[in-house]
C-alpha cells in the first residue's frame, strides 16, 4: 500500500482514528505525572488556557467554513470532493485553514489532561495525522485545478495564517450551513474533554468519578447533538428543502 493509498484510509477513517491517541496517552498519564499546572502555577490558568485553545479553533473553523464553497469541502467520508477551489477569506491566508482551526482543538483538548508528557504526544499525533492527509488532499486539489490550484498553493502559507495574505471573497457568510455541518464537531469537542476530564479525575482518585460538571457537559452535549440533528434534517432539508 502507497502513501496516497493511506492517506485516503486515514481521510475515511479521521473521525475514529484520533480515538486510537488515547491507547498511547493512557499509560502516560497513569505512570508518568508531570502537570502543566505547576508550569502554569495555577490550574485556573491551565483551564484558561485550555478554554482559549479550544474557542480559538471553534471560531476559526466556523469562518472558515461559513465562507467556502458549496461542495468544495466537508463532512464526505470515502473520497475528497471539491467542485470549485477555495482561494479567499480564511483560505487566502493559508492552505488548510480547517486543520489550523483542528490544531487549536487538539491542543485545548489535550490541556485537560493536565499532563505535559501526554500533550506531546499528542500534538505529534495530530502533526503526523493531519500531515498524510494534507498530502492526500494536494495530490486531489492539483489533480483537479491543475494550474489555477499550483499558483495558489505558491503563494500561501501551508498551515499557519497569514494576515498580510488576506483578500475579502464575494461569498456572504453562510451561518445555515456552519449550523448544519458543524454541530459533529461541537459535539465531539465536549465528548472528548468530558472522557479525558472523567479519565484525569479518576486516575487521580483511584476511583471512577464522575462529578456534576461532567452531567452539565453530557446535557449540553446532548442538547446540541440533538438540536444540530434537527435543524439539519426538519428544518433545512425537510421545511425549506435545501441541500447543505
Known amino acids: 500500500m502507497n502513501l496516497q493509498n493511506i ?28 502537570p502543566i ?19 480559538s479553533g471553534v471560531f476559526y473553523r466556523t469562518y472558515a467554513v461559513g465562507f467556502r464553497f458549496d461542495h468544495s469541502s466537508g463532512r464526505n467520508r470515502h473520497n475528497q470532493v471539491a467542485q470549485h477551489l477555495n482561494i ?34 499528542g500534538c505529534c499525533y495530530y502533526i503526523v495525522l493531519s500531515s498524510v492527509i494534507i498530502r492526500t488532499e494536494t495530490v486531489f486539489l492539483d489533480n483537479t485545478f491543475g494550474e489555477e490550484y499550483r499558483q495558489w498553493k505558491k503563494k500561501r502559507p501551508a498551515f499557519l495564517p497569514n494576515p498580510m495574505k488576506y483578500k475579502r471573497g464575494a461569498k456572504r457568510f453562510n451561518w445555515m450551513r456552519v449550523f448544519a455541518t458543524e454541530y459533529p464537531s461541537w459535539v465531539s469537542i ?14 487521580e482518585s483511584n476511583t471512577f468519578s464522575f462529578g456534576k460538571g461532567d452531567l452539565q457537559l453530557v446535557v449540553v452535549g446532548l442538547v446540541v447533538g440533538f438540536s ?11 421545511w425549506l428543502k435545501k441541500s447543505i
Open 88 to 121: 479567499t477569506d480564511a483560505y487566502s491566508m493559508s492552505q488548510h485553514p480547517l486543520y489550523f482551526s483542528n490544531g487549536l482543538l487538539w491542543m485545548g483538548i489535550l490541556l485537560v489532561l493536565d499532563n505535559c508528557l501526554a500533550f506531546c504526544i
Open 190 to 203: 465536549i465528548a472528548s474533554v468530558l472522557a479525558l476530564h472523567i479519565l484525569k479525575n479518576s486516575i
Open 228 to 238: 444540530g440533528r434537527f435543524y439539519k434534517y426538519i428544518v433545512v432539508r425537510k
Open 37 to 55: 499546572s505547576t508550569l502554569l502555577g495555577d490550574i485556573y490558568a491551565l483551564k484558561l488556557l485550555s478554554f482559549s485553545f479550544i474557542l
Open 7 to 34: 492517506g485516503a484510509k486515514v481521510f475515511r477513517y479521521r473521525g475514529q482514528i484520533p480515538a486510537l491517541l488515547l491507547l498511547l496517552i493512557l499509560p502516560v498519564v497513569c505512570f508518568f505525572p508531570c
